[in-house]
């Protein structure tokens, strides 16, 4: 056995199923876009000169740094961008916490944290959610710790805290505010902590194109914070860290501001009818604030969350289930487009109208 003992031992991350790419399947199981990206990463990839690939990109992402510091208004070296916000996790753990130390995180969370940690012997002190899914700040300020995680809305929760409470909690707590804005893009009004930056010299925040502009594919992730956690992050990270051609698609997408603004309208809009349908249905669906939905089957249905995500998989329809505390008895179900997220409907309601003998779970 050559792995260190602690990476022998841990679980490791497991990401949501990916079938191949010519598959013609339905899939709402990763919170991916279903939208394809602004038609300018087209343009950008079609102008793009082969030729250049032979020399190194620009170490620091200098170009896509100063566009995202003039889109979102903060200054040039209040910005980090990372192969995916991924990256940027395990970067937190190198430039910030010693190994032995304690981050305070709620639970359920983003399950990458955990693994993260786990990967840099640092301890988790999770802090359940009330039973409502809202998270107990009071209860992650008692806990003694380095750092706090919180995703921001919260996944698989779909549930947001306020600016103001982010506020106050970074003010009275003495080590590092890590906000995961992975689903922002997505939320009701001036949701973002962005404006904290500046004020609040221990929030980090972190934000990815993988989400909300469609680019799972290209690993784009970005960090608003004060200039000296940001200088942290750039002597850490790998030195060529975002390549060339993934520097060329993120400025080409972050420019398009209004093929942004109208896709993120059309989700928000099937996120409101997908949970009216659903709730017709008999799912209990509370308001979220992303691009996913955690729903409860319908009590009395008979049917578990584990056979339903089954039941759909067996028909090339992916949703989510979890196998996890306080989580399997749901299913996340991703928005889709119209069109998929009404097939996804129709196959619910003949599951849900189908004799009883035949929803019987199959042994599971
Ligand atoms: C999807 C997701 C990420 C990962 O983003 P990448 O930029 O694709 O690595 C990070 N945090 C949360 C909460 C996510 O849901």
New binding site residues.
Partial sequence: MYAKAHIHSMAPYIPGFQPEAEQQVIKLN??ENPYPPSPDVRKALAGFDYALLRRYPNATAEPVREVLAEIYGVNRNQVFC?N??????SLLFKAFLEEGSTIALPYP??S?YRTAADIHRVHCEFVPTRDDFSIDTEALLAVPSQAIIL?NPN?PTGLLVSVDVIEELAGRYNGLLIV?E??IDFADGEASALRLIGRCPNLLI?R????SYSL?GI???YAFADEALIEALDKCKDSYNVSMLTQTIAAAALRDRSYFDETVGRIRASRGSLGGSLRRLGFAVPDSETNFLLCTPPAGSGLSARRITEWLAERHVYIRHFDSPLLEDKIRISIGTEEENSKLLTLLEDLLNRPEDETVPSGD
Avoid: M, Q
């Fill in positions: 990763s919170n990372g995916g916000s991924d990256e940027i996790i969370t983003y990458l995703v996944a995961d992975a689903y972190l990815t194109l993988s989400k799972c690993r784009f992730g």
